[in-house]
């Protein structure tokens, strides 16, 4: 999915995600795709992009939502293709 792609289908799909969240979540999306086999938990995303935990949470349920993102059985969210 290319950068600036999230933001679009935030919009089209009717996501409650802020405006101020599309940006983050290209981020989030582009450090994914870099790292195909990242899988982090709530608590280490936030650390890892320095954001407010409920931040974080709301983020990454929009993406996982939109099946770009999928969560183990860790509770840990990871690229939302299955291999």
């Known amino acids: 999915m290319p950068t600036g792609a999230v933001g679009l289908i ?13 940006p983050l979540a290209d981020r989030i ?8 086999d990242l ?12 954001l407010d935990p409920s931040r974080a949470v709301r983020v990454l349920e929009n993406l996982e939502r939109l099946g770009i993102l999928r969560q183990n059985g ?10």
């Open 10 to 22: 935030f919009r089209r799909n009717g996501s409650q995600a802020m405006t101020d969240d599309i």
């Open 29 to 36: 999306v582009a450090e994914y795709q870099e790292m195909p």
């Open 39 to 50: 899988a982090l938990t709530v608590w280490q995303a936030a650390r890892l992009w320095c």
């Open 74 to 83: 860790a509770g840990q969210y990871l690229l939302g293709r299955r291999r």
